[in-house]
């Protein structure tokens, strides 16, 4: 169950990251209303946020198993 969730989070998290550079490659050049920046924005600081706790969580994991 554990490599289940595991797989899982890191699938989300690639899927979104490939959405995130889709997005930017496709408005790089275009005109956008300050609404639009705005979400984006939050987009990848939750992205950012995410990977956060990937990185955390990869790095901690071994600690805490270590400590039991």
Sequence with gaps: MQDFLTIGFLAIL??????ALRMWYT???A?????????FG???????????????AYF???LFSALR
């Design 31 to 39: 005109s956008v209303s300050d609404a639009e920046r705005r979400v």
């Design 60 to 62: 901690l994991g071994p």
């Design 42 to 56: 939050r987009f990848i600081l939750g992205l950012s946020i995410f990977w956060g706790v990937a990185i955390a």
């Design 14 to 19: 690639i899927g979104l990251s490939l959405l």
């Design 27 to 29: 408005r790089r050049g």
